[in-house]
Each structure stands twice: as structure tokens, then as C-alpha cells.
């Protein structure tokens, strides 16, 4: 996934996720949203299309835009920038921005093991070897259109997803122990690589950004962040139910305030508050 956010009151593009806390503006609309004016497009943007992955067959599964539709979709961007701004304020823009790049769940817990269409082909050591493979690519390919601040972020621990606690954790409904071996299989091989290609790449920035551990601290000790319920969601039975549906149709727990998660696989406003205050405590000197 792409995020593009420009820093208000300021020339430069930050490609962001919930960055309020740096002056930028809490909702990015969508870069196919037909509404969008060129005002919207110099002040961010997003490309993230939710469900998709660095495994082609993932965003299939879904009928979700892939990383290559997402790429093609930024390529039209910068060509829209340059009809803007011109080409020189374009690739200052570019050089001063910070992508997000946000992906490998999905490819995880939906193509290897829910659906299981990969795990038929590949071990786990295997599947993770190519995507991080994707992803390098996948990552050069932004450096050579520009940019240079890249964060890549790790796979979170999905075996402790509610809905991968129902799938895979047994009749307790415990952290799935083989997909969180899997997520830290991936995210060792991602770091490394993400380092090489910092090292690597001229005038960059290519930060690994972890959010294994802190979510993983979460549900641990929930207390300590003011949660009370980490292994179901808000929505519905919170076992299994996700994205759409969670509607109109389903109940909702009383008080999302308490729940880390708010379907069986994406967290709480609350818990997104949480996890990204930390990220921006860790990382954030990495970039501006």
C-alpha cells in the first residue's frame, strides 16, 4: 500500500498513515476518487487498495488492485505533478517525501493460510523468500521513480488476529503459534534486505519500520494501555467477521474504547492511536 500526504503549510510530500501529529491532514483521499482537484492531489493522496499484497495472487483472491496496478496508478501521478508544479518541483517533492509501504499480511494469513492456494507450492521459508523479493523489487522500483525516504513496514503478529485465532489457534482461541512463526520468519529476511537496499541506494532513506513487537505488547498487557479485550473484535461475534461485514446489519460492542480490535483483523481507532504514537516516537527522526 502507497500513502501520499503533503505536511501543511509546507512544500513537501509525506507519504503517510495517520500522521496528524505532524500537521497533516487526518483523512488522504482516494488518488481514483473522481472528485479529487489538484489541490487535493499536492496535499496527499492514497493508493492503497486494502486487501492486496506483494504476492500477485493475493489482491486476485479479493479483486483488489495490485502493487503493480498501485505503481502504474503513481507513475499517472507524477505526471500529473509535473503538469502541475513542472518537472523540477516534481522530483524535489518526490526526493523530500516519505512513502509508506505497508503490506505482507494479507499475502500471510489470507494466501498461505486461510485460503492455503500458496502453501500448496511453497513452505513458509520459501513463500517469505519471495516476498521479500517482491518486496525489494518492489521498493527499488519507487527509488528509481524518486523517491528516497521509504518506509517498509514488518507483518504484524497475525497469529494473534482474532480471526486467526479462530482459524488456527484451537478451541481456545489462542495465538495461532505457526503464523506468528511465519510473520517473524518474514519480517527477519524483510529487515536485513530493507538495510541492504538503504546502504545501497544513494541519498536515501529506507527505514524497516517494526510493528510486531509493539502489537505483540499490546495483547499481551493490554492493561497497560487501557484495553480490555485483545482477542475479539468489535463488530459482530468480533470471531471472524470482517471489512464489509461489518455493517449497518451487526451490532457493535458497547464501548470501542476498550477493544484493540474493531473487526477480526483491523485495530480500533484507538488502537491504531496507540501503535502509530509509537512508531512516530521510534522512527520519526529516521525521516524528517
Avoid at 449497518?248 to 477480526?264: E, G
Wanted: charged share 20%.
Amino acid at each position: 500500500m502507497l500513502f501520499s500526504q503533503s505536511k501543511k503549510g509546507s512544500d513537501v510530500l509525506y507519504d503517510s498513515l495517520r500522521f496528524e501529529q505532524l500537521g497533516i491532514k487526518e483523512i488522504l483521499p482516494s488518488y481514483l476518487d473522481p472528485s479529487i482537484d489538484d489541490k487535493e492531489l499536492l496535499s496527499g493522496v492514497s493508493f492503497a487498495s486494502g486487501g492486496s499484497g506483494y504476492d500477485p495472487e493475493t489482491p486476485k483472491i479479493v479483486g483488489v488492485l495490485s502493487f503493480a496496478d498501485q505503481l502504474n496508478q503513481f507513475k499517472e501521478y507524477i505526471e500529473k505533478l509535473k503538469r502541475i508544479v513542472g518537472e523540477e518541483r516534481t522530483q524535489f517533492i518526490l526526493a523530500n517525501s516519505v512513502f509508506l509501504v505497508v503490506a505482507g499480511s494479507d499475502d500471510l494469513a489470507n494466501t498461505y493460510f486461510t485460503i492455503g492456494i500458496r502453501k500448496l507450492q511453497y513452505d513458509i521459508s520459501s513463500y517469505t523468500d519471495i516476498l521479500v523479493s517482491s518486496a525489494s523489487n518492489f521498493i527499488q522500483d519507487l527509488y528509481n521513480l524518486g523517491a528516497r525516504r521509504i518506509a517498509v513496514f514488518g507483518a504484524p503478529p497475525i497469529g494473534c488476529l482474532p480471526s486467526q485465532r479462530t482459524l488456527g489457534g484451537g478451541e481456545l482461541r489462542e495465538c495461532a503459534e505457526e503464523r506468528n512463526n511465519a510473520a517473524q520468519l518474514y519480517n527477519n529476511k524483510l529487515q536485513p534486505q530493507v538495510d541492504y537496499l538503504n546502504r545501497t541506494f544513494a541519498q536515501s532513506r529506507i527505514v524497516y519500520i517494526d510493528i510486531y513487537n509493539p502489537l505483540l505488547d499490546m495483547i499481551i498487557n493490554p492493561l497497560q494501555y487501557g484495553i480490555e479485550v485483545v482477542d475479539k473484535g468489535c463488530c459482530g461475534t468480533g470471531n471472524l467477521e470482517v471489512a464489509i461485514l461489518c455493517n449497518h446489519l451487526l451490532p457493535t460492542c458497547l464501548d470501542h474504547s476498550k477493544y484493540l480490535f474493531w473487526d477480526s483483523y483491523h485495530p480500533t481507532d484507538k488502537g491504531y492511536t496507540i501503535l502509530i504514537n509509537q512508531i512516530l516516537g521510534k522512527y520519526v527522526n529516521d525521516f524528517f
